[in-house]
């Protein structure tokens, strides 16, 4: 269980969090939709200590965060923009980040999912962004975590590598893991989620499952249901 209590960030005079509250299942897919600039990103970078609030608390499988990080060892992270280091070879990479956790880690049947082995010795400088993905995919996965967080994970994948990737979600919610997901494939959003939250302006505009936003807002297609909701907002 995650739990957030009035957290609150501004980034100078912008503020970004205005007293978000929210409560997250343990196991299931919870999605955390909003638009550009909306504040996904620093949510989720607070949950992992990334961003550190200017006000609020919050508490992952019952312990505060606050100048906490061995939480951090049970929580996989697909960050929205990774910065690898150019002149390192994939195969290298994988290595170095398996050296680094003190767990065991599985890549070979990743690799494979991912079609990643005709780049496993090229540098990542010289991958496309949808490859870089994959490798940011496999990094996540390949370790075995009860939380995994992943920031718009299937930014710049191919259909086929979407559907890999979904796969692999479910599987994990199969494992009763907790899956924290932006992402702006709504199709992909609507088919793994269990819960959403919808951030517009700092605040929580909608939470609950797809199901439950379709009706509330009367609508059938979770495209118009989520449009209904940022023009109602903004009348
Ligand atoms: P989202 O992920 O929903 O697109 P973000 O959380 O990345 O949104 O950003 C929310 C707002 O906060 C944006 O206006 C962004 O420019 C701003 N922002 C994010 N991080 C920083 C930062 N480190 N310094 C200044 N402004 C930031
Ligand atoms: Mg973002």
């Known amino acids: 269980m995650i739990t957030i209590e009035k957290l609150h960030k501004k980034f ?18 919870f999605a955390i939709l909003g638009p550009n600039g909306s504040g ?5 970078k607070s949950m992992l200590g990334m961003v550190i609030p200017n006000s609020g608390d919050i508490w992952i499988q019952g312990e505060n965060i606050k100048k906490q990080w061995r ?3 049970q929580v996989s992270y697909l960050p929205q923009i990774a910065h690898f280091p150019k002149n390192l070879k994939v195969a ?25 082995a005709p780049f496993l010795n090229k540098n990542l400088g ?7 993905q994959k490798v940011n995919a496999v990094l996540t996965f390949m370790v075995d975590n009860p939380i995994i967080i992943m920031d718009e994970p299937t930014s710049g994948l191919d259909p086929v590598s979407v559907l890999e990737l979904k796969k692999i979600i479910l599987a994990e919610r199969a494992k009763g893991k907790t899956i924290i ?15 959403i939250v919808f951030l517009l302006d700092g605040n929580i505009y909608f939470k609950g499952s797809v199901s439950k936003l379709k009706e509330n807002t009367n609508k059938s297609n979770f495209e118009e249901a989520i449009a209904s909701i940022l023009t109602t907002s903004y009348a």
């Open 181 to 195: 997901i932006s992402s702006h494939i709504l199709s992909f959003i609507e088919e793994i989620s269990d819960e």
């Open 71 to 73: 939480y951090r060892h």
């Open 126 to 132: 010289d991958l496309s962004g949808g490859t870089k």
């Open 40 to 44: 996904k990103t620093t949510l989720i």
């Open 92 to 116: 290298e990479l994988l290595k170095m980040i398996k050296n680094l956790k003190n767990k065991p880690c599985d890549e070979t049947s990743l690799v494979a999912t991912f079609n990643l």
């Open 12 to 29: 100078g005079s912008l503020e970004v969090l205005k007293g978000i509250d929210l409560q997250i299942k343990s196991g299931g897919v």
